[in-house]
């Protein structure tokens, strides 16, 4: 995440308004979207290991092929129902699992809206997303804490589940 800060902080720094710090912004979305996705896939990938490591040896193969198959966040971009479905297999609702953490009332619904935006400049659409809600760097902060937010969630959720397994989390 460093690389966004500074980003953001040169973004800040410029002189700039109207169209280019609109192509700032876009730029920044789309960065800030694919350090999500980074993020996302490598903690499913640490998980995997760890619980296809704790199972049978027997039954390793098997289950590292059914954990890793049409993975969501390897096909398309980091939307929340991505993320969702994809820890889903392990029988983690993450939305119900968000519940239980402060703060979490709009995560879904920033990782939405910052997703549409992200399609919006990295697509050079002609017609803005008008229900993705405004598009300013007030609203993209909010998207990056809702990222940081749900990151330490993540982390925090898929720890605790692996030792209602029996497993020793990380």
């Known amino acids: 995440m460093a690389n966004l800060y500074e980003f ?4 800040l720094d ?7 710090m609109n192509e700032c912004l876009g730029a920044f979305t789309m960065l800030l979207s694919s350090h999500l996705q980074g ?6 990938s640490e998980f995997t ?3 296809v490591r704790h199972a049978p040896a027997n ?3 098997a ?3 059914q954990c890793t198959t049409k993975i969501d966040l390897n096909q398309g971009n980091p939307t929340f129902s991505a993320i969702t479905n994809d820890f889903r297999r392990f029988g983690i609702s993450i939305s119900d699992e968000l519940k239980n953490v402060a703060g979490n009332g709009n995560i879904g619904m920033h990782i939405e809206r910052m997703q549409k935006w992200r399609n919006y400049y990295a697509h ?5 997303p008008v229900k993705a809600g405004p598009f300013n760097r007030t609203e993209i902060m909010k998207w990056m804490a ?7 969630a993540l982390d925090s959720i898929l720890s605790n589940h692996l030792k209602t397994l029996g497993i020793a989390g990380w």
């Open 59 to 61: 039954l390793r193969d």
């Open 49 to 51: 290991g760890h619980f």
């Open 14 to 20: 410029l002189p700039l308004d109207g169209a280019l």
């Open 8 to 11: 953001e902080r040169q973004i």
């Open 63 to 65: 289950l590292e092929i």
């Open 124 to 128: 050079n659409n002609p017609e803005k």
């Open 39 to 44: 993020f996302c896939r490598e903690l499913y």
């Open 146 to 152: 809702s990222c940081n937010d749900l990151a330490e």
